[in-house]
Structure formats: structure tokens, C-alpha cells
């Protein structure tokens, strides 16, 4: 955290409201986010409980399992599940522009350009917080390797048709999540955390509630208080006014609501069960039916606070302008979408379990170099995440007062004016320390020549992107008076050294990953169900 | 027993009369004391934890209620989970030590199992430690103690804690088992449970490391404890249990010297007011100014590991403490510790500009308010 931001948390406590951290949106927000608030069952892996998922603030759709336990329960929820997240998938596989790659012809081994098909908009799927997004992947996990009664007929308890689609595509999503500045799948906290700077510690501002209520507090209400409150208040049943975002619930919840509800549910099917004629196993049913009713009601009661929680943040931030180049960074993710869609198309099998070391190699150079292009397009994009980077002597803004025409020595002598630039920041520059500025969206390169008066005037070589002919072409040089902003990182990132393809791992990593065999599925025993 | 010391008796006395008159101690678990050594400045809770003090009725009685409990759900899981681990003599769990950390052992057959049954704490403690001796005494055989009961001294005043299982092998070496039941999915778990399993299991090796150094004789040197512990948790989406070794030498040497830089409880216990007590029968008042003669160390980390941490933080709060908002805001912000004194000097009403510390804050707090203006324009 910069002294900017520990300044701006300060100003919040003092103030009672959250303040900016950002003066524009640093994140694609879609026109029609699938909104994902999921609660699982507690001491369980990848149990889920209920879900509210929708792309309709007013009608969202409600799933619930009134017996976690139960395979077959579980399966109908994911199944119902793949029945609105496949269909909101493929809405967006459909539409596609034509686009250029550059790939390696495998014949002659030369960069050529191709043309690809590249979908027009993507998916995108919102959940509250940070631990959503780790059930999204855990989900992805449980749900991929399942085979259905079609793939193979003679497997236990063959999962429903559409499930393990559903595991691969949540699987790309939790994946893609990890890749710094993407936004196929965000967290609403991390969302609003980037945005605004609380007067609580980050590790307060995961719970959504409190969050929310510092950046939006009711009327007449400070935001300590509003979030004192969203932590804190409970109705007369101890429960909590503003539940947990999830998926966790409240122990308080489980113990004195839901354990009750769900014993009711499993006497209800017993009884049915033992039924003896039609008349007494329609009672029953009714019976079962209530109880059933009971428990979507309250997992009802506990994700819609979280869901309307959401959707105000949603508002919230498409109040901000979106930054310049978060356009550019969605593209991005429009590649990964339809690569993906690509690979489901031509019928590859499941993410394996652990990636081989190259592709992990390469997923981790990945992220290395879009956290550097985020870092630069975040200050380049926003003054205030470029003031923190001033600060810290990465970057120095001032007025030019000078200018003075020079020439390279050679056979032909290009423009390497000299600009003097007076500035109160205190960037950290050496002997011919590269700089950049943005000039028309692209970086010009300078380097430092010379400080003067200790330091508040930097002389600078201006060294690219001033055209071809002996004198500049016409905005290419700064002018006497002009203000700029040059920092000391680059603006563009540059691909890494190629890694060897997979089939010439060395052995140092394992060697080449050999036939991909098709993983084998969660093996099934009868302890899955305790 | 070298437990109840002389002089322990007078402090036992001291500390019985801080908890109040016919409240029973309450026994400090291995999670409170890792919680504990990761807040070693804390005076408030090590005499709080020290003198048995019932922390959740605690933070009731002061109406800052703590946020803790368990799902039922998650213990219904959680004790099927270890039932099932250690079913049929603990077959399973002794074939997984075996496996993971012993395999050039003869395998485990005919383990023995002792009952360790006992009343009290202490018994169960000297039972446990009589069982340490005879299987020290029975080479080429293991042993599983289930549930076994050790005692720590901790800042001067002994803490019971309970393993899930120790495990003595044919070499006479000792391993702790931690039964857990998050899940080891592709054969990685959740670093953060892994690590509060890793700080627990040190706590009990420093405990059993203390019984060992009891034992030793003349004729036998001291039982070796492996700082490799087993940490037993649900394979993927099943209930098979999944095992693995895990080496705690590094939490057991941080464990082991902050425990030894907790202030002694004596010291602190001789430093408070005369009468003080921390009994929920008193009122409010009463009980407020009692645990504000302690000075407390609130950091938001608190709010995960400690009953009280609301009623800190909200004093914290109204102090304008800058330490509420985190440790490292602290860190940042040199001599300055509270919000009026940082916003003051970044206004330029207060502070030495020759402090760095001042200096920082009042660039930052003018390139902020550029920042802003550019973007209002």
C-alpha cells in the first residue's frame, strides 16, 4: 500500500466515507454480467448449499439442495446450474469478428499472419467476494472429470448431461481470474476495493456489507456506523441483519435455522418413503414439499441481501468513466474466451489435474507480464495511480522550459532534441536512465541527460517517434510550456523468451508430457455421502 | 510432575482470584496458544489466556460479543472424519505414518493402543506420560496414543493441550498426527489451513519435546520427537483420509521464541490494581475499567484468532489509533500513531518538517490532491 492510499484511509476515518483510490474504472464491466452468489455447506468440500445466478437484477434465479449430503440433489443443483450458465456461455460463442494472429507456420517455421475468428463480446460472471471465485474453481474441479451416462454407461452414478461442460467452462474461468487485470470473472470486494480506500483494514473490507456501507452509507448515517452495523447487528433469533457475502455461512445460521430445516426435510422423505398407500404418500409428499419449501426460503433470505449488495456495486462503478485502455485489456480476455471455446469445439479433453511444466511455465510468465502491463496501464490511465508512482520516483510530471535542437552524429543526422523540464518530484534517475511518455496512446522513449539546481530541472534526449526527415514532425517534441508526464517503466511489455514446446520438455523438467491419456474421473465410493 | 512449582502455588492463588470466585479455568487449546505467540505483545491476552479467563463470556459481558462458533455441520463432518481415521485401532492411521515417514519400519501390526483415561487434566497428563515411559521401554513396537494429554508451561503457568494422536515408533521416536478435515485436492491443500495446522502441531511438539527431556536417564538417552508431523485430511471429494509430512521445524523455533518473549504472567498479574477481577458477574463498568487496566495490542489480525478483538478494536478506534487500519499502515508512518497526528502533519498543521516521516506525508497528500483536481477538471 502507497503513503497515497494509507493517506486517502486516514482521510476516510476522519471523514466517516470511503475515498477514491481511482478516478476512473480500472475494469471491463459487461452490459450483461452473469451475477453468481453461491453459499456451500460448512466442513464440506464443494458442497453447495443454494445459489441466486442471473443476469436480471429483479429475477434471479433461485437453487437450492435441502440435503447437501446427497449426491443426487447435488448433481440436480449443478445440473440446474449448467442450465443458466451454459446458455449465458453460449450466447456470446455465436458472434464473432474476423481478427489477425501471428502463428508459427509449422512448414517453414516463420511468423505469418492468419486470420481467426475472434467473439465479439465475452462472458462475464460477477461473484462477492474473493472466496466465490476460489468455489468457482473448486467447482470447476469437482464437476470436469465426471463422466455422463452417454460417455460412459458403465459408471456409478453417471453425472447429468451438460455438468461436465459446466466444470470445464467454470475451470477457465477460476483459471483466467488469476491472470492480473482480466475480468472474466471478478469478485465484487476486490472490485470495490480497487476503487475506493475504506476507513477499516483490507482485511475488513473482504466482508461486502461493511464495504458497501462505507462507500454508500445510508442517509444521515456515517459509513463506521453503517459498517459497525453490517458486521455487527443481529435480529432477536441472533441472526446476522447482513449475512456473510459467502459461500461460508454463519455458524449461527447453520446451527439455530438450517440444521433444523434440513433434519425436518430428511424425516419428511423418510416418512415418504415408508408411505404404505397413495392416499398417505400424497400427505406426505405435501409434507416433503413444505419442508423443501422451508429450506429454499431460507437460503433465499440469506443470498438476496448479498445479490442486491452486488448489484449496487455494480451501479457504483459504472458511475466512474472506464479507463482508456481497459478496452484493450478485455480484448484480451475475448482471446482466452474463444480459445477456449475453440479447444471445447475440437473436442479436447478436460484441463488436466496439474499442468505440465511448460504450460505452467508459460501461465506463470503470463501473469508476470500482464501484472507489469496492468501496473503501467493503471498509472498511464488514472492520475491518481500515476501520483503514487510519482511518489514513489517512479515517475515525474512538470512543465517544459526549454527546448533545444540537437542532432545525432552519423551519415544522416535525426532530431534528438534536448527538453528541460521543471518538476518538484524526485524521480530516481541514473546515467542515461531510459523515460517514456504517452504521446497519441504510443510511448516515446527519452533518456536523462542531466539535473539541475538540485534536481528540479531534468534535461532529457528525446530519442524516438519524431518521423523519419531531419526535422520533427509537427506535436513530436514537447514545447516551451507544454506539461508532461514522463515515467521511468515502460509502457508496453514485451514477450518473454519463448519456452520449448511441450513434446521438448528437457528432463530437467520432467521431459515431454508423453501421450496426453485421458484423466480418470473422482473415483466414486459410498463415503461421499456420510 | 515437576508442574506445581513452590512458588506456583501464590500465583495460582493470584490468578483464581482474577477469574472470580467459583469460575472454573478454562483450559488454553493449542490454536489459542499458536494465536497467542503470533501476538506476543498483547499483555491483556496472556493474562487473560494465563489466568483461565472464559474470553467469549468475556467479550458478552463488555457487549462486544466475539463472532466465533463452529457449524454444527462442520463438527459432525469433522469428528466422522477422525472416528473414521482411527477406526479399527488406528490400522489406517498407523499404515499412513508408516507410508509417509517410516518406511524402512517393519510395518505396523499388533499396534498397541493404550487407554488413557483419567481424571482431570493432570491425571490424563501423568497418564499420558506414563504411557511415553512404557513404550520407551518396548522397542520394535508401535504405539498410538489417542487423544493424549500434554502440559506446557506457558509464561509461568502450565496449558493442557490435546493432540489428535502421537505416535510411537518401533525406534522409539515420536510423531504428532493432525486430523484435519479440509480437503488435500490433487495433493495440495489451503496454505493458510496448512499453515495454522503446521503452528498447532509445533505447539505439541514443544510439549511432548519437554516429557522427553523428562525421561532421559543415565542408561537412555532422551526419545527423539520427528519434526516432521502428519497431517491427515479428506482425499478430494471423498472422506478416504489423504496424508502428508510436514516439516515444522520453522514454526516450532518461532513458537519456541515467542513463547519465550511472552511477558511473564506473574509480571503482569504484580502490575495490576489490587482486587482487580475479570468475572462476568460484574457489571459492565466494573468489568470495562478491570481489562483496561491491561494495555492491549490490537492489530486487525486479532479479529481471526481473539474473542476479545472487537472490544479492542473499538477502543483502538476511538483512541484514532492508526495501527486499527493495519500493522504495516503503522510501519509507514514513523512516530506518528494516531489519524489527527498523521492528518495534521500532512496538512501542514503540525509535525517537523525535517522528519521524513512528514516530510513523505505532505508530498503525498499534494500530489493526492492534484491527482483529484486533475481529475474533477
Known amino acids: 500500500m502507497s503513503l497515497i492510499s494509507t493517506l486517502a484511509r486516514l482521510e476516510a476515518v476522519s471523514t466517516g466515507r470511503a475515498q477514491p483510490a481511482a478516478t476512473v474504472r480500472h475494469r471491463h464491466l459487461g452490459d450483461r454480467p452473469l451475477v453468481l452468489v453461491p453459499l456451500i455447506t460448512a466442513g464440506e468440500a464443494g458442497a453447495p448449499l443454494g445459489a441466486l445466478v442471473g443476469t436480471d437484477r429483479d429475477a434471479p434465479r433461485l437453487l437450492a439442495v435441502p440435503q447437501p449430503r446427497d449426491r443426487d440433489l447435488r448433481f440436480a443443483f449443478l445440473a440446474e446450474l449448467a442450465g443458466v450458465v451454459l446458455p449465458y456461455v453460449d450466447s456470446y460463442a455465436e458472434s464473432v469478428e474476423a481478427a489477425e494472429r501471428t502463428e508459427t507456420d509449422p512448414e517453414t517455421g516463420k511468423r505469418v499472419k492468419v486470420e481467426v475468428d475472434l467473439c465479439a463480446d465475452a462472458p462475464q460472471l460477477i461473484v462477492p467476494s474473493r472466496a466465490g471465485i476460489d468455489l468457482v474453481r473448486l467447482l470447476g474441479r469437482s464437476m470436469r472429470f465426471r463422466r455422463t451416462a452417454e460417455q460412459d454407461p458403465e459408471a456409478p452414478y453417471p453425472a447429468p448431461p451438460r455438468v461436465p461442460l459446466l466444470g470445464r467452462w467454470l475451470t477457465h474461468f477460476g483459471e483466467r481470474a488469476r491472470v492480473p487485470g482480466s475480468s472474466l470473472l471478478l469478485a465484487m470486494t476486490d472490485l470495490l476495493g480497487r476503487h475506493w480506500v475504506t476507513g477499516q483494514s483490507t482485511l475488513e473490507d473482504q466482508h461486502l456489507g461493511a464495504l458497501l456501507a462505507w462507500i454508500d452509507p445510508p442517509e444521515g448515517v456515517t459509513g463506521a456506523e453503517a459498517a459497525l452495523r453490517a458486521e455487527l447487528e443481529r435480529d432477536e433469533q441472533g441472526q446476522l441483519l447482513c449475512p456473510p457475502a459467502g459461500p461460508a455461512t454463519d455458524p449461527a445460521f447453520d446451527n439455530k435455522l438450517l440444521a433444523p430445516a434440513i433434519e425436518r426435510y430428511d424425516r419428511a422423505r423418510t416418512a415418504l418413503a415408508a408411505a404404505e398407500d397413495g392416499l398417505e404418500a400424497d400427505d406426505r409428499l405435501g409434507a416433503l414439499t413444505a419442508a423443501e419449501r422451508e429450506i429454499r426460503d431460507l437460503v433465499l433470505s440469506r443470498t438476496r441481501p448479498t445479490w442486491d449488495a452486488v448489484w449496487r456495486g455494480l451501479d457504483l462503478l459504472r458511475e466512474l468513466p472506464e479507463g482508456a485502455r481497459v478496452e484493450e485489456r478485455w480484448t484480451r480476455d475475448r482471446w482466452s474466451f474463444t480459445g477456449h471455446r475453440d479447444r471445447l469445439l475440437a473436442g479436447e479433453p478436460p484441463q488436466p489435474r496439474r499442468d505440465d511444466a511448460v504450460t505452467a511455465a508459460n501461465k506463470l510468465a503470463t501473469r508476470e507480464r500482464e501484472q507489469a502491463r496492468l501496473e503501467a496501464q493503471e498509472a498511464l490511465d488514472d492520475p491518481l495511480v500515476m501520483a503514487g508512482r510519482r511518489l514513489s520516483g517512479e515517475a515525474f510530471a512538470g512543465e517544459v522550459t526549454d527546448v533545444v535542437m540537437a542532432y545525432s552524429d552519423g551519415k544522416r543526422p535525426s532530431p534528438r532534441p534536448l527538453v528541460t523540464v521543471r518538476t518538484d518530484d524526485r524521480p530516481q534517475l541514473g546515467e542515461r536512465t531510459k523515460v517514456y511518455r504517452s504521446l497519441g496512446g504510443k510511448p516515446q522513449a527519452a533518456e536523462f541527460v542531466a539535473d539541475e539546481e538540485d534536481g528540479a530541472y531534468v534535461v532529457l534526449r528525446v530519442l524516438d517517434k519524431m518521423g523519419r526527415g531531419k526535422e520533427p514532425e509537427p506535436g513530436s517534441v514537447p514545447e516551451k510550456g507544454d506539461r508532461v508526464c514522463f515515467t521511468l517503466f515502460e509502457h508496453e511489455q514485451r514477450g518473454g523468451a519463448k519456452l520449448p514446446d511441450p513434446e521438448e520438455t528437457p528432463w530437467t523438467h520432467g521431459g515431454p508430457p508423453g501421450e496426453a491419456a485421458l484423466e480418470p474421473a473422482d473415483p466414486v465410493t459410498e463415503e461421499d455421502v456420510l | ?377
Open chain 2, 1 to 377: 510432575m515437576p508442574l506445581p512449582r513452590t512458588r506456583g502455588t501464590a500465583l495460582r492463588q493470584q490468578l483464581a482470584e482474577l477469574r472470580g470466585p467459583d469460575v472454573p479455568a478454562k483450559a488454553l487449546d493449542a490454536r489459542a496458544l499458536a494465536a497467542l505467540a503470533a501476538n506476543p505483545g498483547c499483555a491483556r491476552r496472556a493474562i487473560l489466556d494465563g489466568a483461565g479467563v472464559n474470553k467469549t463470556a468475556l467479550a458478552s459481558a463488555l457487549g462486544s460479543p466475539s463472532a466465533f462458533g463452529q457449524s454444527q455441520f462442520a463438527l459432525t463432518r469433522g469428528n466422522a472424519f477422525e472416528a473414521k481415521v482411527k477406526a479399527d485401532g488406528g490400522a489406517e492411521l498407523l499404515r499412513l505414518v508408516h507410508e509417509k515417514l517410516d518406511r524402512s519400519a517393519e510395518p505396523p501390526a499388533d499396534a498397541r493402543v493404550p487407554d488413557l483415561t483419567a481424571s482431570g487434566p493432570q491425571g490424563r497428563t501423568a497418564r499420558t506420560e506414563l504411557e511415553l515411559r512404557e513404550a520407551a521401554t518396548r522397542p520394535g513396537v508401535w504405539t498410538l496414543l489417542d487423544h493424549p494429554m500434554l502440559a506446557l508451561d506457558v509464561a509461568g503457568s502450565p496449558a493442557f493441550l490435546e493432540p489428535d494422536a502421537v505416535v510411537v515408533h518401533p525406534d522409539g521416536t515420536w510423531t504428532v498426527v493432525e486430523i484435519k478435515s479440509f480437503p488435500l485436492l490433487d495433493g495440495s491443500a489451503d496454505p493458510a489451513k496448512v499453515g495454522a495446522a503446521a503452528r498447532q502441531a509445533a505447539v505439541y511438539v514443544l510439549a511432548l519435546e519437554e516429557v522427553a527431556a523428562r525421561l532421559a536417564s543415565e542408561e537412555s538417552p532422551a526419545p527423539r520427537v520427528r519434526h516432521r508431523v502428519l497431517l491427515v485430511c479428506p482425499r478430494d471429494f471423498s472422506n478416504l483420509p489423504a496424508a502428508s509430512a510436514v516439516d515444522i521445524r520453522k514454526q516450532r523455533a518461532v513458537t519456541a521464541r515467542q513463547l519465550a518473549r511472552l511477558t511473564r504472567i506473574e509480571d503482569i498479574a504484580d502490575a495490576l490494581p489490587e482486587g482487580t477481577c475479570f468475572s462476568p458477574e460484574l457489571p459492565v463498568e466494573e468489568l470495562t475499567a478491570a481489562v483496561e487496566s491491561v494495555p492491549a495490542t490490537y492489530a486487525p489480525e486479532c479479529l481471526s484468532a481473539c474473542e476479545l478483538a472487537f472490544h479492542c478494536r473499538a477502543r483502538s478506534r476511538e483512541e484514532g489509533a492508526v495501527t486499527t487500519l493495519g500493522r504495516p499502515v503503522r510501519a509507514e508512518l514513523g512516530g506518528l500513531t494516531t489519524v489527527e497526528e498523521v492528518l495534521a502533519a500532512a496538512r501542514g498543521e503540525a509535525g517537523d518538517p525535517g522528519d521524513p516521516a512528514v516530510a513523505a506525508l505532505r508530498r503525498a497528500a499534494a500530489l493526492r490532491a492534484e491527482a483529484l483536481e486533475a481529475a474533477c477538471r
